[in-house]
């Protein structure tokens, strides 16, 4: 059973937020009005976040990342959640089942990189871009939690496919939207365990951190920096 | 047995139209209404087709995926070597154009102040009869153009346009043109590229490599490999934006003082006796003028003083750009945004001069120069010359606007409001009715990009590389190419001219046939040819070539775009004639930094990311990630260094009022520690009055009204503002500019030591 996850080369990204765009359009995720932005309840599965500035000025620096659920091995919002509606599966992804989701928001709560959102309200944006969904990727009813699954939608169409084809699944076919999009190549995405894969190479690259190791929570998104984060 | 989409439906149509009556499907998802009855009905075929980004110069290669034969969503063409596979926020959203709320639906007329719809031949005949009546009284010379595309081939129609009607007032308003009018006007060509496998060391002026460029996404993976090789790259530009932030030096710098700063690294090349003196002796007409003007007015403590920038620092940079074998001193459109902008960026040429331009280069011999022979023509007809002809009363007969939405990108927008009020007639082409198009009389809307036949030439890669941007779908609405209006109207307004092409898709055809005859290049989904397969190239050896016409054609359109990998480079080798007026005095700018009031910040209007002309507001996606990073969404927010900030007592996220000689507007107060001390950084590309999301403030209608004048682009960083009710504690601007020069000095001292 492969083990997704993903390593991120801050060396090489510029924060261009390609992969923020193409998270909200792949994964349907709601426009809010802009009474519901000022309350601070814009839905983004993915931001990019400055976390600090290194150096002095002018030599001073921000530190920023795309940062999402890091898919832990060890998921917090799993434990607390009343209803089952967040688990992990076999093949790492901590995934949610949205209709068994009653929006407690314990998830939420207990997530220590505060990347869940809750649905507030229904959609706001304009009926002709609903013409844009991708009719992958149900749309949320309000009242739910919700976060990026890693694009498993993509994992179900690419074991499809390639049963279809009679033939194993390759690394490329199945990979994130994030990932497809990334201008720099920064993104990586693939089998964790598959020692011949990308990822699994990349992470033995020395510059290689998680966020909130301390936690033991296990992430399974990987950074590599040359700097200290 | 193949099933086709019919068949398909017939089949499978009537068990899931049950279930879509037993809610089924549409609880699950969201379907659009004009395709419910297919979508419900259930085949779902999933397709993709190539075709084109043209929000940037950049010509990435799109895939469209499709359902049912509508476009749901954009990645980018892995197999373009342009972008291989990436794709930035803008060509993401590329879909939503399509199905846009606001999006013209056929042509309108203004009657009686609004906008009622008319058939395209009432439109098409309008503008005729008006044509011909101003060219009847000879009148052409009070018409002018304005279009804003990116494509060189769609530029050359309407340069062909404006030859051919006699129509000679023609603007072209885009970032590619932009960005080469300094090298025209200094040098009578501009480079076709910077070769990053070449250069060593750059030293860039506000240009956004991997933000607002020529390319972006092909910069940003070449700046990559630049830097993986250790090279080093310093920008000099007034705001850290991302993309510089990843640079490896940062010189914070008022763009008005480029010149300067040019110029005094420039005197370092040139006290040093390391300049390139055999290619000066040949191309640099007055070059002893231009040194001993230098010598004796850029003295790096001199330009210290101007410019804030320590001597020592000064002349660091010098000696890295004279060390470098081939150094880049880098800019592009961004520098002509202040009064000074043009003279600025020759002074950047200049100091190219100095060692030869070695990191430009041009492509040899295109065969494509054949089709663009208009390319190299200089560039004449600005902004400028529009706003003086606008500020004499009755001195336009008509305006044709294609793209531009040139008010919302005018400080004195209000002026030119009354202006443009007073123009006879009026015609735009926009898809939409921006600030601009709403004074027109007379809108025929474009297509959609995604409904569009066009062929993207770049050169930026050192290589000609042509996207093919082909229509994913029927036109949906009324909209009309405007290349076929241009063309009709050529034909009828000038029947002699003997135009030889039929339409728009004619003329690109017959592009392609040149491609096609040159018998050059491969198609963007061929290998990347080897340096054996180069090398063989070089001494005669053709592999397989293209069959006929037709399978070219198809090849085109299966690939995404063709490229010639084989194509020579040359080396940018231009006369240089700076004539004493173009350096003399106006280079030398007049530090008033202590004349400045007590209280006032500098206002510094930057772009953000891919926001090339502040039209990003059309996309609710993107209006929404505007301000995300800050946490800030639909509203404006000014970035201001907490060091200032603490000295006039604001808190940050404080809820603020900016006050300027031109009236008042409201802001979030950002703490932003990379901000210059003294400065008040807000973003451009909210404040739209009609179009799209009319949310925010546009800061430029508040900032002074300076323009550079040979190019009519608005000055973004030269306009003073205060914050309301706020006092400054214990300093002026003048004391915050030499807490910046101090706390650079510092530094330097600490990384000295280090």
Redesign the interface.
């Known amino acids: 059973m492969p083990r997704y996850g993903m390593v991120i080369d801050l060396?090489?990204?510029?924060?261009?937020?390609?992969c923020?765009?193409?998270c909200?359009?792949?994964n349907?995720v709601q426009?809010?009005s802009?009474e519901n932005?000022?309350m601070?309840r814009?839905m983004?599965w993915m931001?990019?976040l400055?976390t600090n500035?290194e150096g002095?000025?002018?030599?001073?620096?921000?530190v920023?990342l795309p940062v999402f659920c890091v898919q832990c091995d060890d998921p917090p919002c799993i434990k607390v959640c009343p209803v089952r509606a967040t688990y992990k599966r076999d093949d790492g992804i901590v995934a949610q089942i949205y209709p068994q989701c009653i929006g407690c928001r314990y998830c939420m709560a207990n997530c220590p990189y505060t990347v869940k959102v809750f649905n507030w309200y229904k959609?706001e944006?304009?009926?002709?871009?609903?013409?844009?969904?991708?009719?992958d990727v149900?749309?949320r009813p309000k009242g739910i939690v919700e976060k990026c699954t890693f694009c498993i939608h993509r994992l179900q169409k690419a074991k499809e496919k390639s049963k279809a084809e009679h033939r194993k699944m390759q690394e490329e076919d199945y990979v994130t939207a994030c990932t497809?999009?990334?201008?720099?190549?920064a993104i990586h995405f693939g089998d964790l365990d598959d020692p011949n894969s990308h990822v699994s190479k990349l992470m033995n690259d020395y510059r290689k951190f998680t966020l909130q190791e301390e936690l033991g929570t296990e992430p399974k998104v990987y950074y590599l920096s040359e700097k200290s984060q | 047995m193949e099933i086709n989409r019919r068949d398909f439906v017939k089949l499978f149509g009537g068990s899931l139209f049950g279930l879509a009556i037993g809610g089924g499907a549409g609880a699950m998802l969201k379907l659009p209404k004009k395709a419910e009855p297919i979508l419900y009905s259930g085949p779902r075929i999933e397709s993709w087709k190539l075709t084109a980004c043209t929000k940037c110069p950049g010509s990435c290669s799109l895939r469209i995926r499709l359902i049912d034969d509508l476009p749901i969503q954009a990645f980018g063409n892995p197999n373009s070597p342009i972008n291989e596979g990436g794709i930035c926020p803008l060509g993401l959203v590329s879909v939503a154009d399509l199905y846009h709320p606001a999006r013209l639906t056929n042509p309108v007329k203004k009657i009686n102040g609004e906008f009622k719809p008319v058939s395209y031949k009432e439109a098409y005949n309008i503008i005729s009869d008006n044509l011909k009546n101003i060219i009847s009284n000879k009148r052409q010379d009070d018409v002018f153009i304005v279009a804003q595309t990116e494509s060189k081939f769609r530029v050359e129609l309407f340069r062909k346009f404006s030859d051919t009607t006699g129509f000679k007032n023609l603007i072209i308003d885009n970032f590619r043109d932009g960005s080469s009018f300094p090298f025209f006007k200094a040098a009578g060509n501009a480079p076709d590229f910077i070769d990053f496998d070449k250069c060593d060391y750059i030293l860039n002026f506000d240009a956004q490599f991997t933000e607002i460029s020529q390319n972006p996404i092909y910069f940003t993976r070449k700046i990559n490999e630049y830097r993986s090789k250790g090279f080093k790259i310093t920008t000099v530009q007034p705001k850290l934006t991302p993309g510089v932030a990843k640079l490896d030096e940062w010189i914070p710098l008022q763009p008005v003082l480029f010149g300067n700063f040019a110029l005094g690294v420039a005197y370092v090349l040139l006290k040093d006796d390391q300049y390139d003196k055999s290619f000066l002796e040949e191309n640099f007409s007055g070059f002893t003028d231009f040194k001993n003007h230098v010598l004796e007015n850029y003295v790096p403590d001199k330009v210290a003083k101007l410019t804030g920038i320590p001597a020592e620092k000064i002349i660091e940079i010098g000696r890295k750009f004279e060390k470098a074998s081939s150094p880049a001193a880098y800019f592009d459109e961004s520098v002509l945004y202040n009064s000074n902008g043009t003279q600025n960026a020759f002074a950047i040429i200049a100091l190219n001069a100095l060692k030869g331009f070695r990191s430009f280069g041009k492509i040899k011999n295109s065969f494509l120069s054949s089709v663009l022979q208009n390319e190299s023509r200089e560039i004449n007809i600005t902004f400028t010359n529009l706003m003086a002809r606008l500020s004499k009363s009755n001195a336009l007969q008509a305006l044709l606007i294609s793209g531009s939405n040139f008010v919302f990108n005018s400080p004195d927008s209000e002026a030119l409001k009354k202006q443009l009020s007073s123009i006879p007639f009026i015609v735009s082409f926009s898809s939409f009715v921006d600030e601009t198009s709403s004074f027109a009389h007379l809108i025929i809307p474009d297509h959609c990009n995604l409904e569009k036949l066009d062929l993207l030439l770049n050169n930026s890669m050192g290589v000609p590389a042509v996207t093919l941007q082909q229509p994913v779908v029927e036109p949906f609405f009324k909209t009309s190419d405007t290349g076929d209006v241009l063309i009709s109207l050529m034909k009828e307004i000038k029947p002699e001219a003997k135009v030889q092409y039929e339409n728009y898709s004619d003329y690109i055809t017959q592009i392609a046939k040149k491609i096609y005859s040159g018998r050059e290049g491969i198609f963007m989904d061929q290998n990347k040819p080897t340096v054996i397969e180069k090398g063989l190239r070089k001494i005669g050896w053709q592999t397989e070539q293209f069959g006929s016409f037709d399978d070219f054609w198809d090849s085109l359109t299966d690939s995404g775009g063709w490229w010639d990998p084989f194509a020579e480079k040359e080396p940018y080798n231009p006369k240089i004639d700076f004539k004493p007026a173009f350096y003399k005095e106006s280079f030398t700018t007049k530090n008033s930094l202590n004349s400045i009031p007590k209280n006032k910040l500098h206002l510094n209007i930057f772009k953000r990311n891919l926001d090339y002309k502040g039209n990003m507001s059309i996309y609710p996606v993107l209006v929404e990630q505007f301000g995300s990073n800050w946490s800030v969404f639909y509203q404006l927010w000014a970035e201001i260094n907490p060091v200032t900030a603490r000295s006039l007592s604001l808190r940050d996220r404080s809820k603020v009022i900016l006050k300027t000689n031109k009236g008042k507007f409201p802001a979030v107060l950002i703490y932003n520690p990379t901000v210059v001390p003294g400065n008040l950084d807000i973003p451009f590309g909210l404040g739209h009055t009609i179009l799209g999301d009319t949310c925010g403030v546009n800061p430029l209608i508040f900032s002074e009204n300076k323009i550079d004048k040979p190019t009519g682009k608005p000055s973004f960083s030269e306009s003073l503002i205060e914050i309301e009710g706020s006092s400054l504690k214990n300093s002026s601007l003048a004391e915050q500019v030499k807490l910046n020069q101090k706390q650079f000095a510092e530094n330097q001292v600490r990384r000295d030591y280090a």
């Open positions: 060396n090489k990204c510029n924060q261009c937020e390609a923020v765009t193409a909200k359009l792949e349907n426009i809010v802009k932005a000022e601070g814009v983004q931001k990019m400055t500035h002095n000025y002018p030599e001073i620096r921000p920023s959609d944006q304009p009926v002709e871009y609903e013409k844009c969904y991708n009719t149900s749309v497809e999009v990334c201008p720099a190549h």
